[in-house]
C-alpha cells in the first residue's frame, strides 16, 4: 500500500467521520441500556447528547478546513453544503433527545429502543446530506426512514400510534419505489448514477424522455418525504399519531436531511433541466403552501395544526429552489435552520403543558394558560409569532429571503402566493395566543411535573429563535458560504 | 462659525428625570413613599448637573457650544443624524429654566397632590415630561427636538387627564393631543422637506445650508424655505397655543393645577418660541415668514387679553393670560428680536408660574373652588399666597422694576424700532399691555379684595397652604421681582446674531408704566370701588359681552367648520368603505378559507388507501405533465 493510498483511505473515513460518530453512539446507547437497571434512563439521553456534540465538533472543524471534500469514488460529498446540513441535523437530533428524557419516562417508552433508533435514523440524515450518488441517497433515505417508522409506533398500546406508524410505512414503501424507479431510469438513460456523471451526461446528449420521467419520480419521492402536495396526505395522520417527540424529531431533522438531497439531486444532478423543474416546482410550492396553510385554519388540535403547518412551511423552503440562484439557495438554508428551532420549541411547549393521558393538545386545552404559565405561554407566542413571520423573530428575517430571492429570480406572482399564505397563517397561529390570554378554562392544571430537560430545550429553541432573528447577518454568511461549496 | 466642543456632561442632565421616571413607573406602587423622594429629587440632581454643564460652557470663549454624541443615530444614504446633546447659551438658557423652575414646582406639588392616592402615577407623568422637555431643549438636531416634541405632547395629554374618572377631564386631555396632531403633522412635512432640500437636520448642518443651495430652492414655484419656515409656524402654533391652534390650551386646566404651571405656563408651551428662535437663521431666508410670526404673535396677544378680561374662573384668566403672553414672544422672534422674545420667556416662567401656583394655593384654601364669583376679601386668611400673587400681578402688568416690565418693553419697543419693526405691531402690544394689567388687576380685585363671597362652609376650613407649598412661591416671586435684570437677550444673541437696539425714549416708558398702573387703577375702581359698575357695563356692551365670554365662539365655530364635517367624513368612511368594502374583502376571504379547509378535512379520510390512490393521481400527473408537456 502506497503512502497516497493511505491519504484517500483517510479522507474516506474523515468525511464520514460525523456519521461514524454518531453510528458508535447509538452502540454505546445500546449497551449502555443492557448494563442499566431500571430508572436512570436520562444517561442514555446524556450518551446520545454527547456524541452528538462531538459529531457536530468534527462537523464544524471540517466545514472551517479546506480538505478535498470527494471521498469514497465521490459518492459522498463532505463540503460545506454537506457539513451544513450535518450541524443541523445533529442539532436537531440533540435538541429532540433534550426534549425526550421525560418524555420516555413518563410515558414508559422502551428507552434504549428509542435512543438507538433517533441516532441511528440520524445517522442516515447525514448520509443523505453528504450523498452525491443516487443509490446512496436511496439507501440512505431508507436508513433514516426504517428507524423514523418505527419510533412513529413506539407507542406500541396506542391504536393512533401504530396507525401513525403503519400508514408512514406502507406509503413512505409505495414512495421509495418511485424513487428507486426514477434512479433506474437515470442509470438508462445515462449510465451513471452519480450526480455530476449524469449532470455531464444530460449536457451532452439531446434530452431523452426517460430523463424527465426519472426526474418526475425522483421528484415523488422526495415530494413524499418533505410533504409536497399532493404527496402529503399522510402528514397530518402521521403526526398526530406519533408520540409528539417523535413528531418534532419527523418535522424538523426528518424534512432538513430530505431538503439538504433534493436540493443536491436537483442542483447538482439536473441544472441542465432547470428551466423544466423550476416552472412545476413553483405550482408545487403554491399548492402545498396553500392547502397546507387553509386547512391548518379549522384545525383544532395544535398538535394537527402544526403538522399543516410543517406542509405549508415545506412549500416557503421550497422557493428556495425554485429561485434556483445562490441567494435562493443560502436563504433555503437559513430557512431550515431557523424552523429547527422554532418548530422544536413549539412542539417542546406543547409537550410541557400536557402529561400522560392528559394530552392538552387541543386548542381549547390552552385557554387561560398565559396566566397559569406566563413563562411557558411568553415562549410559545414567540415561536408562534416566528413561524407566522412576525419580526423581530427569526421566522420573519428567513421569509424574507426567500422571498425577496425568488423575487430576484422573476417570480413575483409566486412571492405574492406566499405573502398571501403568510397573512393566513397569522390566523391560526395567532388562534392558540387567543386561547392562551384570553380564553377562560383550566384544561391545563397549574401544577406541571418539573422537566429541566424539556425546559433547557425550550430554553435552547428561545435563544435560537430570537438570536437568528435579531442577528441574522453572520449566520446568513454562513449559509451563504456553505450553498457556494455546491458543485 | 461655532466652536464645538466634544463632552459627555450632556447626558446626565437628562438621565437623572429618565431614571426618575423608570424608578416611578416600577417601584412607585410598590413603595408608595419613594415617589416623594424620587420625583422632586431627581430634578434637583438634573438642575445641579445642568449648572455644572452650564460652568463649562461658560468657561469657553464665546461662539463656543458642548456637543455630546451618544450614538450614531439615523444613517441613511446621505442624511446622518446622532442622538447627540447640544449646548450653547439658548439651550442653556432653557435647560436652567426647565431644571429650576421644573424643580420648584415638583416641591410644591408634593404639597398640592398630598392627599392625592395616585402620586406615584403623578410623579411618573412629571418625571417623564421633563425627561422629553430636555431632549427637546438639549436636542442638537430637528428629528431629536421632535422626539421630545412629541414626548411633552404625550405628557401634556396624560396630565390633563390625569383625573380620568371625570369624563370632562378626558375630553380636554383628547383635544389637547388632537389639536396638537395638525400642528405636529405639519412640523413633520416641514421635517421632510428639510431633509429633502438641505439633507441634513443639525444646527450646524443647518447654519451652514442658510449660505448653500437651500436659499433658491422651490416646490412647485413655492420657495422650500418659505414652506418649511411656515409649516414649522404651525407646529408652534399647536405647541405653543397660537391662533388658530390655541383652542386646546383654556381647556386643558382640567389637569391639575401644578401641571399647568410646569408645563402650560412655564415650559411646554414655550417648545414654539425655543424652536422658531433656534431656527431664526432659517426663518431669516424666507422673505414673509418672520411677519408671519409677528402677525400671528401681535393678533394672539391682543386677541386673548380681550377674552382673559371676561372671564370668571380664575385659572381660565391665566390660560388665557399665557395665550397673550406667548403671543408677544413671537412678536418678538417676528421683529427679529429672539433675544428679547426668549428673555420674556424667562420672566414669564418665573411670574406666570409663580400666579400659577399662587391659583393653586388659593383653590387648596378654598376646597377646590376656581369661580372668581364666589372669592373676595381672601388676603387677611391667605397672606403669603396674597403678597406672593401681589407680586406676579405687577410683574406680569409692567410696573417697573419687577422683571415683566423689562421683558414685555423690549419686545414691545422692538416692535417699533426692531430689525423688522412695524407701528401698527407695537400698537397692537401697548393696547394688549393695557388689557394684561387690567383682567390681572381684576383677578386680584375679585379674588383677595371686596367684601367676601365665600359660602359659610369653605370660609370655616379656610387655611394658608403648607411651607412646602408656600417656600416655592416665596422663591418665584423673588425671582418675578428681579428676573428683569438678568442679562438673557445678550446671553442669546450669542447664538442668534446680536441686534442693535436703541433705548427706548423716556416717552415709550412712560407710556407703558401709565398703561401697567392704568389697567389696575381701572380695576380697583371697578371692582372695589364701585362693584356694581361692571354688570352695568357688560349689560350696556350687550351682545358683544357675551361674545367675548363665550370667548368669540370660536369652539362653536371649529365645531361647525372643521369637527362635524370630518365626523361626517369619518362615519361615512367607516360605514360605506370599511364595512361593506373592506370587511366585505376580508370577511369574505376569511369564510372562503374555512369553508375550504373544512371542505379539505373531509377528503382526509384517514384511509390508506385513497392516499395511496391520490399519491399515484399525482405521480402520474407529474409524469403526464412531462411526457406530453
Known sequence: ?487 | MVNVVATDALRWIVLFPALGFLWNLFLGRRLPGSAKLVGPGVLLAAFVAAVFAVLELHALPEHSALQDVMFPWVHVGTLKVDAAFWLDPLSAVMVLVVTGVGFLIHLYSLGYMAHDPDVPRYFTYLNLFVTAMLILVLADNLLLLFVGWEGVGLCSYLLVGFWWTKDENCTAGKKAMLANRVGDACFLVGLFLLIQFAGTLDWTGLAQQQVDGLRTATLGGWSVPLLVCLLLLIGATGKSAQIPLYVWLPDAMAGPTPVSALIHAATMVTAGVYLTSRLHGLYALAPGALEAVAVVGAVTALFAATIAVAQTDIKKVLAYSTISQLGYMFLGVGVGLPGAAIFHLVTHAFFKGLLFLCAGSVMHAMGGEQDMRRMGGLWRKIPITFATMAVGTLAIAGVPPLSGFWSKDEIIWGAFAGPRAHPLLGVVGYVAAGLTAFYMGRLMCLTFFGSSRVDHHTEEHLHESPPVMTIPLIVLAVLAAVGGWLPVPAVVEQVTGAVHLEHAPLAALAVAVTLAVGGLVLAWGLYVTNPALPDRIAAALGGFYRLVRDKYRIDELYDRIIYRPVLAMADAAAWVVDRTLIDGIVNGVGTFVVSTSGAWRRVQTGNVQHYALSFLAGALALATYYLVG
Not at chain 1, 61 to 78: N, T, Y
Not at chain 1, 457 to 474: K, Q
Open chain 1, 1 to 487: 500500500m502506497t503512502a497516497l493510498d493511505v491519504a484517500a483511505f483517510a479522507a474516506n473515513w474523515q468525511a464520514a467521520l460525523p456519521a461514524i460518530a454518531v453510528v458508535l453512539t447509538a452502540f454505546a446507547v445500546m449497551i449502555v441500556d443492557l448494563l442499566l437497571r431500571d430508572g436512570g434512563r436520562g444517561v442514555l439521553a446524556g450518551v446520545g447528547i454527547l456524541g452528538l456534540g462531538a459529531a457536530v465538533a468534527v462537523a464544524v472543524s471540517a466545514w472551517a478546513g479546506d480538505g478535498d471534500p470527494s471521498a469514497f469514488q465521490d459518492m459522498l460529498r463532505a463540503d460545506r453544503y454537506g457539513l451544513f446540513f450535518t450541524i443541523v441535523i445533529c442539532v436537531s437530533a440533540a435538541l429532540t433527545l433534550l426534549m425526550s428524557v421525560e418524555f420516555v419516562r413518563e410515558w414508559m417508552l422502551p428507552a434504549g429502543d428509542f435512543y438507538t433508533l433517533v441516532l441511528l435514523s440520524t445517522a442516515g440524515m447525514i448520509f443523505l446530506a453528504l450523498a452525491n450518488d443516487l443509490i446512496v441517497v436511496f439507501v440512505a433515505l431508507e436508513t433514516m426512514s426504517v428507524g423514523v417508522y418505527v419510533l412513529s409506533g413506539l407507542l406500541r398500546g396506542d391504536l393512533r400510534s401504530n396507525e401513525a406508524s403503519m400508514k408512514y410505512f406502507l406509503l413512505g414503501a409505495f414512495a421509495s419505489g418511485f424513487l428507486l424507479y426514477g434512479v433506474a431510469f437515470f442509470y438508462g438513460a445515462t449510465g451513471s448514477t452519480q450526480l455530476d456523471v449524469i449532470a455531464e451526461a444530460i449536457a451532452r446528449r439531446p434530452l431523452e424522455p426517460f430523463v424527465l420521467l426519472g426526474m418526475a419520480f425522483v421528484l415523488v419521492g422526495f415530494g413524499f418525504k418533505v410533504a409536497l402536495i399532493p404527496f402529503q396526505a399522510w402528514t397530518p395522520d402521521v403526526y398526530e399519531g406519533a408520540p409528539t417527540v417523535v413528531t418534532a424529531f419527523m418535522a424538523v431533522a426528518v424534512k432538513a436531511a430530505a431538503f439538504a438531497a433534493f436540493a443536491r439531486v436537483f442542483l447538482v444532478g439536473l441544472p441542465e433541466l432547470a428551466t423544466h423543474w423550476t416552472g412545476l416546482l413553483s405550482v408545487l410550492a403554491a399548492l402545498t403552501m396553500t392547502v397546507g396553510n387553509v386547512v391548518a385554519v379549522s384545525q383544532r388540535s395544535v398538535k394537527r395544526m402544526l403538522a399543516y403547518s410543517s406542509i405549508a412551511h415545506a412549500g416557503y423552503a421550497l422557493l428556495g429552489l425554485v429561485a434556483d440562484s445562490p441567494p435562493g439557495g443560502a436563504a433555503l438554508l437559513y430557512y431550515l435552520m431557523v424552523y429547527v428551532f422554532m418548530n422544536v420549541g413549539a412542539f417542546g411547549v406543547l409537550i410541557a403543558l400536557g402529561r400522560r393521558g392528559e394530552p392538552n393538545d387541543r386548542l381549547d386545552d390552552l385557554a387561560g394558560v398565559g396566566f397559569r404559565h406566563p413563562l411557558l405561554a411568553f415562549c410559545m407566542t414567540v415561536f408562534l409569532l416566528s413561524l407566522a413571520g412576525v419580526p423581530p423573530m427569526a421566522g420573519f428575517i428567513g421569509k424574507f429571503y426567500l422571498f425577496s430571492a425568488v423575487i430576484d429570480a422573476g417570480h413575483t406572482g409566486l412571492a405574492l402566493i406566499a405573502v398571501v399564505n403568510s397573512a393566513i397563517s397569522v390566523y391560526y397561529y395567532l388562534g392558540p395566543i387567543v386561547q392562551m390570554y384570553l380564553g377562560e378554562g383550566a384544561g391545563v392544571a397549574a401544577a406541571l411535573p418539573a422537566r429541566p430537560w424539556l425546559l433547557a430545550c425550550i430554553a435552547m429553541a428561545l435563544v435560537g429563535t430570537l438570536f437568528l432573528g435579531i442577528f441574522p447577518a453572520g449566520p446568513m454568511q454562513l449559509a451563504a458560504a456553505s450553498f457556494g461549496s455546491l458543485r
